[in-house]
């Protein structure tokens, strides 16, 4: 049968790690985790690489260099991050290689204090593509109505997307929208479609923790009894869109184009609830043509004690579609869910690269 993450693997999930810091790259940890744990991929955001800097002296050497050369914090900020994400995409070149370009990626989010003008997103994806010179790159663009048009203005020019940030199923029919069109005007321009690649991360966790807390507010014996549903069902839902959206014509020309298919990423896998398996934001989302990007101690607990049963996802529509008109019919309304995590999530992941930027501030003039 294999380990559980092999398993994972055979089912047709990609699994990668929603993490990156010098020091496991210096290690040779993330190597290892390619051999030992089936990690084809990696994520990155604005907290994981605030965390990275607060732990430990892997760059201290660099940003001793960045303030002799007295650069701005956020041209640091920028050199340090692409440094990491260079790095990483180097040692899982070979995956990227040996998958045909489907996995081996590395992704980099632009500023997310810009998640509401489209023009400077672009840029920035523009600089960072540049920048980090990997073909296994990803730029991870969030799903705001701003970042919509963004994400097609840098798929059109070649630029591989990683859509970060979605949690509603309008949202999520509006990214594939944005990614065919894309696809479309990248095609109108002469370029290879096979070289431009995209995921589309939808987050789980965040779901349960909302909506959980809605459920128990409420604290009738049926709305408690939908506790700890809402994030699955949702996500099967998305999937069930993605299934209808690349089974059609308009996907199909493309797709005979040379282009390669949006793969659905389930971010936000850590689970929150004590209460619920530390495991069920994997095993229960297990379906081909998919990515989940797990923190490492989600990846450890896989490893360790995980029950990978097949397709977790394509038979549970009607369930899902059933528990969503339960959590109406309770007095849960979805769509302010969904609007209240996105404002969250932007302003959580602005409120990091501002903590980033003091820490490389400090850092910066403390080698100055």
Sequence with gaps: M??????LSDAGVSVWLDDISRQRLRSGNLAELIVERNVV??????????????????????????????VSVEEAVRAITAYDIRWGADVLRPVHEASGGVDGRVSLEVDPRLAHDTERTVAEARALWWLVDRPNLMIKIPATVEGLPAITAALAEGISVNVTLIFSLERYRAVMEAFLTGLERARE???????????ASFFVSRVDTEVDARLAKIGTEESVALRGRTALANARLAYAAHEEVFSG??????EAAGARVQRPLWASTGVKDPELPDTLYVTELVAP????????????????????????????????????????????NMADVVEKLEVEGVDKFARSWEELLDRVARELDANA
């Design 249 to 254: 014509e308009r996907w199909a020309a493309l």
């Design 41 to 70: 991929g990696v994520t990155s955001n604005p907290t994981i690489f605030a965390k990275a800097l607060a732990e430990g002296d892997a760059y201290d050497d660099q940003l001793h260099d960045l303030a002799l050369r007295g």
């Design 189 to 199: 321009a002469g370029r290879d479609l096979s070289t431009i690649h995209s995921v």
């Design 289 to 332: 043509h998919t990515v989940n990007t797990m923190p490492e101690a989600t990846l450890s607990a896989v490893a360790d004690h995980a029950r990978v049963t097949g397709d977790t996802v394509r038979g549970g529509y009607e369930a899902a579609r059933a528990h969503l008109d339960a959590l109406e019919a309770v007095g849960v």
């Design 2 to 7: 294999g380990s559980p993450l092999q398993q």
